[in-house]
């Protein structure tokens, strides 16, 4: 896949360990939007996974204009709250990959070229180093409010479409 687009939208984490599995989840329900109501071209949907950190950093492109992480992160809320941050304000060691690299850091390569958001989630649970498949419904129901985020810093107009009720296929 290239990853070419003027804005990439970008889901983060491990569907096999609960609320980890928000950023993919995220995805995965605006694939499904898009399929009925496409989004504008140049805007590219990327289900991330677990090595987002480390493959993303390593394609970056000057081609991109704008980027949106999203995933969970510890933010100090009730389960399912949302943020919008600027990359700046990501605070460094609370966003980790394993390999405790700040997610900041390869950020600062290309975030002078490329706006940078990440879109956060407070999970209620993550399993790690159990599998547990499947979000938390603090966090399952947060994915519409999720979407609408991402379409209000697009400056898109949200379809008016239920999420379905199914566990994400993950």
């Given at each position: 896949?290239?990853?070419?687009?003027?804005?990439?939208?970008?889901?983060?984490?491990?569907?096999?360990?609960?609320?980890?599995?928000?950023?993919?989840?995220?995805?995965?329900?605006?694939?499904?939007?898009?399929?009925?109501?496409p989004?504008p071209?140049?805007?590219?949907?990327?289900d991330?996974?677990?090595?987002?950190?480390?493959?993303?950093?390593s394609?970056?492109?000057?081609?991109?204009?704008?980027m949106?992480?999203?995933?969970?992160?510890?933010?100090?809320?009730?389960?399912?709250?949302?943020?919008?941050?600027?990359?700046?304000?990501?605070?460094?060691?609370?966003?980790?990959?394993?390999?405790?690299?700040?997610?900041?850091?390869?950020?600062?390569?290309?975030?002078?070229?490329?706006?940078?958001?990440?879109?956060?989630?407070?999970?209620?649970?993550v399993?790690?180093?159990?599998?547990?498949?499947?979000?938390?419904?603090?966090?399952?129901?947060?994915?519409?409010?999720?979407?609408?985020?991402?379409?209000?810093?697009?400056?898109?107009?949200?379809?008016e479409?239920?999420?379905?009720?199914?566990?994400?296929e993950?």
């Amino acid at each position: 896949m290239l990853y070419d687009a003027d804005i990439m939208i970008i889901g983060c984490g491990n569907v096999l360990f609960k609320d980890d599995g928000f950023g993919p989840g995220v995805i995965q329900e605006m694939e499904r939007i898009n399929k009925e109501y496409p989004l504008p071209d140049g805007i590219q949907l990327v289900d991330g996974g677990t090595s987002a950190p480390h493959y993303v950093f390593s394609l970056p492109n000057p081609r991109w204009k704008k980027m949106i992480l999203i995933d969970i992160m510890d933010i100090n809320e009730e389960p399912g709250t949302l943020k919008l941050l600027d990359i700046d304000e990501t605070p460094k060691g609370k966003y980790d990959d394993p390999h405790s690299i700040g997610v900041t850091d390869p950020f600062d390569d290309f975030k002078n070229h490329c706006e940078i958001k990440v879109l956060v989630c407070q999970p209620e649970t993550v399993s790690s180093p159990y599998v547990e498949l499947g979000l938390t419904d603090k966090v399952k129901n947060a994915i519409s409010e999720a979407i609408t985020m991402v379409y209000d810093e697009l400056k898109l107009e949200k379809p008016e479409i239920k999420l379905e009720e199914k566990e994400y296929e993950f």
